[in-house]
């Protein structure tokens, strides 16, 4: 029995995954949300400003908002991401012995889901989350793209580095699941164009005129008022998110460079014992029936990696947009695989050592972290 466990042992690294999934979440509740629980109690009572959907939201149910509420928040929107991946899994693979492998290698990698629940109240989330909604619904009509549209624009009013973070992935997926399997029209192109500039437009408006208009002074003492317990005053400590300019963020993150680079090379280990599911993508890619298609996916990889590269200048949370990335090449893989292919890929084999080997530390593997690794 212990043979056959060395020899396919993917059940049993299901079932680790699932125990650190749960140690992950132990571990995040028991830390002060600072981040998240700031966002939950900015709203748009001074006027358009960024980053303030989500607590905008909140304010239309209560005026004063617990500490408890961001684990509800976004602990119900993991557990609807592990459910609309676990869909979109079963509708482009199926759960077989031969399949279980590649799940394992995504939704039990320390990009994804463990990271999610690591970062558990940041925003990240809700572009994946998005982004498998529209893998999951059906692209025939111009009423995919404009729920693209939507999606997008949402993203940008959570916060606006979502435009960088998963907007190119959304596009890639309107582009493969839209454009390349219904057809290109003058039509859907000037749909999808006016589309897109009104994303970049609202990008824009918050980026540059989403600042706070009061003083800080009078900020932090609104926030305090919508607090549930005001003397958690700690919890406000990141208030000056609000005021700061894209100047400061950029000037911030290069000072902090020489430091945190020191992580990179553990990124790319990280990377590096996904090998087997980066081998099977490629194998996807190569497989498809039409050059054009191919090449357009190569494109979408690029630009989608130069989006996160953008970002590294300009936001130091390293850790965190290593993840998204990742996740964001899980996510194209899905749509690649709705392609029209010439011939079936293999999947990950499920009984060689090597790839077991790969499996096991990408399942020992509880998290990536937010700024450095773990």
């Given at each position: ?6 020899k396919?042992?993917?059940?049993l ?13 132990i ?22 400003i ?19 509420l ?8 993991w ?15 199926g759960?077989?012995a031969?399949t ?9 990698s ?15 989330i ?51 699941r ?65 005021y ?14 020489p ?14 014992l ?19 298609h ?55 084999p ?25």
């Amino acid at each position: 029995m212990t043979a056959g466990i060395l020899k396919n042992p993917w059940r049993l690294l299901l079932a680790i995954n699932v125990a650190v999934v749960i140690g992950v979440f132990i571990h995040k509740v028991r830390l002060p949300p600072y981040v998240p629980y700031i966002h939950l109690l900015v709203d748009y009572h001074f006027g358009f400003i960024k980053r303030a959907l989500i607590g905008a939201i909140v304010a239309l149910f209560t005026d004063k908002v617990p500490v408890w509420l961001v684990f509800a928040i976004a602990g119900a929107m993991w557990l609807a991401t592990l459910g609309l991946y676990a869909r979109l899994f079963q509708k482009t693979f199926g759960f077989t012995a031969r399949t279980l492998p590649l799940f394992v290698f995504i939704a039990g990698s320390p990009f994804f889901l463990k990271n999610f629940m690591h970062t558990l109240g940041h925003f990240d989330i809700y572009g994946c989350a998005f982004a498998l909604v529209l893998l999951l619904m059906p692209a025939r009509s111009l009423l995919f793209v404009a729920a693209a549209a939507v999606f997008s624009a949402i993203l940008v009013l959570i916060h606006h580095i979502h435009l960088l973070m998963y907007v190119p992935t959304i596009i890639t997926i309107v582009v493969i699941r839209h454009y390349l399997t219904h057809g290109i029209t003058r039509t859907n192109v000037a749909f999808g164009l006016v589309a897109l500039l009104g994303v970049s437009v609202l990008f824009f408006a918050a980026q540059f005129l989403g600042t706070m208009p009061i003083p800080q002074a009078d900020f932090l003492a609104y926030l305090k008022s919508r607090m549930a317990d005001p003397s958690r005053e700690n919890l406000l400590q990141f208030a000056y998110i609000w005021y700061q300019p894209l100047s400061k963020e950029i000037s911030d993150t290069w000072s902090w460079l020489p430091h945190n680079s020191l992580g990179l090379p553990v990124f790319a280990l990280l990377i590096w014992l996904h090998t087997p599911l980066w081998r099977y993508f490629a194998d996807l890619v190569h497989a498809l029936a039409s050059d054009l298609h191919r090449h357009l996916v190569i494109a979408a990889l690029i630009g989608i990696s130069l989006a996160y590269l953008v970002m590294f200048a300009m936001v130091f949370d390293y850790s965190r947009w290593i993840s998204n990335w990742a996740v964001c090449m899980f996510l194209v893989l899905h749509a690649v695989k709705m392609l029209p292919a010439a011939r079936e890929t293999p999947p990950i084999p499920a009984e060689d050592q090597k790839t077991n080997l790969f499996g096991l530390f990408v399942t020992l593997i509880p998290r990536v972290g937010i700024v450095r690794p773990f």
